[in-house]
């Protein structure tokens, strides 16, 4: 069964602090990305990666950074959290190929105050 | 640049009856179509995906039918039930590094007893 968590479930953050978030998959897969959900702009993505060590920006990276150290973990990072950036934020794993399907995490509430 | 359009923001129906949520996209390249499903409170999880011209797929009872002549993929099911209440998205890839996902803003359904 894939696999992919994610911590913390739940964070409150103060605007102008940086915030992590983490992501693991145990499915070995190469590909991992991060969203954001909002109403009205469904799934959107931020960063991605296909490997360990690599990290890509994807349609909405101001303002966060990402860093995968293994082909398990993949982290979201706002080094200055604002209140914009309160959202339900999603990381996904994925095999190579077009036809791939992206298994999601939970998710992370985030509330920047 | 590629894009996915839901047309129907909230889609209301009674139990029973038949329902077909639109999904039309634009690229330049060879396309695989996704719909995923996210219930309440839960993270987004595969229904169904297509890359062949013309042929029906399906899934769980719902059942979609690429036309690349139009670019389409709308989802269709011919009698709902009340676990089919679920935001539906209509996602658009293709082979790249990292394979991205391009999604549409989501279609909510809520079905009635």
């Known amino acids: 069964e894939a696999a992919v968590t994610q911590s913390p479930r739940n964070k409150v953050a103060v605007t102008g602090g940086k915030v992590t978030l983490s992501c693991n998959q145990t499915n070995n897969h190469n590909n991992m990305y991060w969203y954001r959900q909002d109403t009205g702009h469904g799934l959107r993505l931020i960063h991605y990666?296909?490997?360990?060590?690599?990290?890509e920006k994807g349609d909405i990276p101001d303002g966060y950074k990402a860093s995968r150290p293994s082909q398990e973990n993949f982290s979201l990072i706002l080094e200055l959290a604002t209140p914009s950036q309160t959202s339900v934020y999603f990381c996904a794993s994925g095999d190579w190929g077009g036809a791939a399907e992206q298994f999601f995490g939970p998710g992370t509430r985030l509330t920047v105050l | 640049g590629d894009s996915v359009t839901q047309t129907e923001g909230l889609v209301t129906l009674t139990k029973g009856l038949p329902v077909m949520l639109n999904c039309t996209y634009q690229t330049t390249y060879s396309p695989f179509l996704f719909w995923y499903v996210q219930h309440l409170n839960e993270a987004p999880k595969l229904l169904l995906k297509s890359s062949t011209d013309n042929k029906r797929t399906e899934h769980q009872g719902f059942y979609a039918t690429l036309h690349k002549s139009s670019s389409s993929f709308h989802l269709q099911k011919s009698s709902v039930q009340l676990s089919d209440s679920a935001l539906y998205f209509c996602?658009?890839?293709?082979?790249?590094?990292?394979?991205?996902?391009?999604f549409g803003i989501g279609t909510r359904v809520l079905v009635r007893p």
């Open positions: 996602a658009l890839s293709f082979n790249s590094a990292g394979n991205k996902l391009t």
């Open positions: 990666s296909y490997g360990a060590g690599s990290t």
